[in-house]
C-alpha cells in the first residue's frame, strides 16, 4: 500500500507512545465474534493465536495473531463508533480515533514503562471510499529495541485498529508484509461486516390505510 506522509498527524503525534497488550484469551462466558469464523488460521507469517473482548459495554474485541519465532504480534481491534461521534464523517473518525489512541497511552512513557519512544512516520492511504491511517514508532521496553505500526480506519459505524508490534531491525522496517497483513485484515473485516449488516431482518412498516364511507 502507499501512503501520503501528512505532517499534521505527525506533529499531534509526537509525544506518545504504543501500548503494552496482554495477550488475548478467548472468552468461555460468552460466544465468539462472528468474524472469527470468517478469518484464516494463516496470514502471512502470523498464525491465529484467541480474541478477547472489551472489558466495557462496547462489545468491541481484539483478535490476535502472533509469529512466535520472530517474536512479532498483530493485535486488531474492533469496536463501535462512540455514540457522541457517531455524527463525525468518515475521515473526522479515522484522524481522531488514530491521535486518541497514541494520546491514550501517552501515560506510558510518563510511567517509564517505554525508554526512548520515537516516532518514525505517520501517513494516510485512500482506498476506495476508505482511509486508512498508519503511524511507524519505535522504543526501548525492557532494554530490547521494539519497531511498532498502527493502523486504523473506520467502516459503517465500526472502528478497526492493527497494531503489528516486532524487533526493531532492518528487516522488519523494510518489509510490506505489515502493510499486506493490514490490507487482508481490513477486507477481510469489511466483507463480513457487510454480509452481518446484509442479514438483519427488514423492518417492516404498517402501512396506513383510509377507509372510505
Known amino acids: 500500500m502507499r501512503f501520503i506522509h501528512v ?12 501500548a503494552t497488550l496482554v495477550p488475548p484469551t478467548e ?4 460466544p465468539a465474534p462472528k468474524l472469527i469464523e ?8 502470523f498464525e491465529y493465536q484467541g480474541y478477547r473482548y472489551f472489558e466495557d459495554s462496547s462489545n468491541g474485541y481484539t483478535i490476535r495473531y502472533v509469529n512466535p ?8 481491534y474492533v469496536y463501535p463508533v462512540a455514540t457522541q ?6 475521515e473526522d473518525l479515522v484522524m481522531g480515533s488514530t491521535r486518541a489512541t497514541i ?3 501517552a501515560g506510558a512513557v510518563k510511567q517509564g514503562i517505554y525508554d526512548n519512544f520515537n516516532l518514525v512516520g505517520a501517513a494516510t492511504q485512500a482506498r476506495g471510499f476508505r482511509t486508512v491511517a498508519r503511524v511507524e514508532a519505535t522504543y526501548l521496553s525492557d532494554n530490547l529495541a521494539s519497531y511498532t ?12 485498529k492493527i497494531r503489528v508490534t516486532m524487533p526493531d531491525n532492518e528487516s522488519n522496517r523494510t518489509s510490506h508484509e505489515w ?3 493490514a490490507d487482508t485484515m481490513f477486507n477481510k473485516i469489511v466483507v463480513e461486516l457487510d454480509q452481518q449488516q446484509a442479514a438483519k431482518p427488514v423492518k417492516k412498516h404498517k402501512i396506513k390505510t383510509e377507509t372510505k364511507t
Open 103 to 105: 494520546q491514550a497511552i
Open 179 to 181: 502493510d499486506s497483513f
Open 38 to 45: 470468517t478469518l484464516p488460521e494463516d496470514i502471512g507469517s
Open 85 to 90: 461521534n457517531a455524527d463525525l464523517d468518515h
Open 7 to 18: 505532517s499534521v498527524m505527525i506533529s499531534c503525534l509526537a509525544l506518545s507512545a504504543c
Open 69 to 76: 519465532q520472530k517474536r512479532r504480534l498483530a493485535d486488531v
Open 149 to 160: 505500526l498502527v493502523y486504523q480506519t473506520e467502516y459503517d459505524g465500526t472502528l478497526l
Open 27 to 30: 472468552d468461555v462466558a460468552e
